[in-house]
């Protein structure tokens, strides 16, 4: 069973930095695209970050130069190291896994971050 669990969320500083990590079970992460999403109550969810398997990095426009993506296949784990964050950060962050075995995509629990002072 494909299980993907967030961790790394938490309050912080406006200026000061988050580690997030998603970490995948089901031997899929691999052979996967992997992907950062957030939402704020009342919006739609939207896209962060994006990894896919061969390494293509692309990066929502508002996160461009503060936060960076990586993957560890061999843990398991995609991260997502976010500097500079702002209080329009602030949002439950998502990991995201397609894999083309399979139709529909894997998301995980979610992960909140605070941006405050």
């Known amino acids: 069973q494909v299980q993907l669990v967030e961790s790394g969320g938490g309050l912080v500083q406006p200026g000061g930095s988050l580690r997030l990590s998603c970490a995948a079970s089901?031997?899929?992460?691999?052979?996967?695209?992997m992907g950062w999403y957030r939402q704020v109550p009342g919006r739609q969810r939207e896209l962060v970050a994006t990894?896919?398997?061969?390494?293509?990095?692309t990066y929502a426009d508002s996160v461009k130069g503060r936060f960076t993506v990586s993957r560890d296949n061999a843990k398991s784990t995609v991260n997502l190291q976010m500097n500079s964050l702002e209080p329009e950060d602030a949002a439950v962050y998502y990991c995201?896994?397609?894999?083309?075995?399979?139709?529909?995509?894997?998301w995980g629990q979610g992960t909140q971050v605070t941006v405050s002072s």
């Open positions: 995201k896994a397609d894999h083309p075995r399979h139709t529909s995509p894997f």
């Open positions: 089901g031997s899929i992460l691999p052979t996967s695209d």
């Open positions: 990894i896919t398997r061969g390494g293509t990095i």
